[in-house]
Structure formats: C-alpha cells, structure tokens
C-alpha cells in the first residue's frame, strides 16, 4: 500500500510512495486557476467599484450599473453572479460617452398625474438598450370610475433591428440605488430629443 508523505525541502511537493504526485499537483493548479478567474470575472460588482442603480428581475436575474469608486469608468452587467451574460462597454474613461441619459418629472401629485421617469440607454452591436424606472403618481379616475393607483416600475427595453422589441420586467421591490444620479454628475450626456421608454 503506497503511503502519502512530503519530501523533506522549500517545495513540499506531494509524493505518494516517494514519487511526486504529478496529477494532484495538476488538479490542484487548475482549481487555483478555475476559482480565481471565477471569482473575477463573474462577478456583478468588483471590489473598486460602486452600485449606481440595481435591480433583480421578475425571472431572478439581476441587472447592475455600477462605477468605478474613482469614476474612471460606468459598466452595465446583467446576469446570475456565476454567469454575466452582458458586461458593457470596456473599463475605459470614455465609457462614460458610451451612455445617453433623459428623464421627465411632473410634479403635483395624483390630481395632475404626476410622473417621474428615467431612462439610461446604450448601444451595444447594433443592438439598443434602456434601463428604465418610472413613478406614476396615479389619477383620479374619470366620473363614476376609480382612481389609478400609484406605481413603480423598472425593466430593460431591447431594441434590435427588423425584431420586435424586448422587455424584461424587474422587481421594484428589489431596487436598490437611483439612475437620478445621471440628471446632476455631469458625467453622461442628457438628451433631451430621446423619446422617454417605459
């Protein structure tokens, strides 16, 4: 029966029977490799960065926009932790252009149907998308009918072209963070000529 034991030196390779264990030398590296670029490379929020603006959607998924601690860069990443389906764009200073900004407000409550909407698109290979969230104050409902009741909503809208458009719907419960950021950092262009999506 072959024992395990270490050779005696700096290296403590493992031996087994006085002959280096080649195969959990091996098993042992790939792990090394396979958990540390899992750890990095699939993960929605990195340690130098910061949460924008996040949500889980109705299918448990979670959509992230988060920044860079010292703003060097805005990145959007949606997916599972252990599997990021879309990362965009490049960490790169420019990401930031890479981003269009618009919202509406309407103030005065239910009685003038009040509005707070946001929308923070980008397009990535043809393909548009725009991350909204949207605050209805409701209305008083016209004679003999109820009033519409306030509500909160995010989701993504998927442009593409010659196919129909995509919604995927979030959890308002899940929110955590605001896009209202974008109205006063002065870091994304507001354009004010995009038609507002919710």
């Known amino acids: 029966m072959m024992s395990r034991a270490y050779r ?6 493992p031996y087994m029977g006085g002959v280096p ?3 959990l030398m091996q098993l042992l590296l790939w792990t090394l490799v396979f958990t540390t670029t899992g750890t990095f490379a699939q993960q ?8 924008i603006f996040s949500f889980k959607t109705v299918g448990g998924k979670t959509m992230m ?7 060097k860069y805005l990145i959007y990443r949606f997916g599972i932790q ?6 965009f764009p490049l960490k790169t200073k420019d990401s930031w252009k890479q981003f269009r900004y618009n919202f509406y407000l ?11 909407v946001d929308n923070l698109r980008f397009t990535n290979k043809k393909t548009t998308y725009v991350v909204y969230a949207a605050y209805s104050a409701g209305e008083p409902g ?19 072209p010659g196919k129909e458009d995509v919604e995927i719907t979030g ?5 955590v963070g605001s896009l209202k950021e974008f109205r006063t950092n002065g870091q994304v262009t507001i354009d004010w000529d995009a038609a507002l999506e919710f």
């Open 106 to 116: 309407r103030g005065g409550g239910k009685q003038n149907a009040g509005l707070d």
């Open 65 to 71: 926009l988060a920044k860079d601690k010292s703003d």
């Open 21 to 23: 264990n080649v195969f």
């Open 171 to 175: 959890n308002p419960e899940t929110v």
């Open 8 to 13: 005696d030196g700096v290296d403590n390779i």
């Open 142 to 160: 016209a004679e003999g009918e109820p009033d519409t009741e306030e509500s909160y909503t995010v989701g993504i809208i998927i442009h593409q």
């Open 44 to 51: 929605l929020l990195l340690p130098n960065e910061t949460s």
């Open 82 to 87: 252990d599997k990021i389906e879309l990362e």
